[in-house]
């Protein structure tokens, strides 16, 4: 273990940068998030799918919300 304290930047943020890159775990294709073609339903985001290979890469959290009212709680001991 090193007792090298750490040093941090005193660079300001670049905001040019992006960090929300999303891959297609398909072909592979890298692009920024708005690089993607989205679709939506009322306003909604539902999925996001790869413009290369047609995979679906992204699905929204209405599937989640289906599944909370069959949750079943489980008592604890």
């Not at 750490?6 to 960090?19: A, L, V």
């Not at 995979?55 to 599937?63: D, H, I, L, P």
């Amino acid at each position: 273990m090193s007792d090298t304290p750490c040093e941090f930047s005193t660079d300001p943020p670049d905001f040019d940068r992006r960090k929300a890159i999303l891959f297609c775990q398909t072909c592979g294709r890298a692009a920024a998030l708005g690089d993607w073609p989205t679709h939506e339903v009322d306003g909604q985001l539902q999925r996001i799918d790869c413009p290369e290979c047609e995979a679906t890469v992204w699905r929204g959290f209405a599937a989640d919300d289906d599944r909370a009212g069959r949750t079943v709680s489980a008592p604890i001991p």
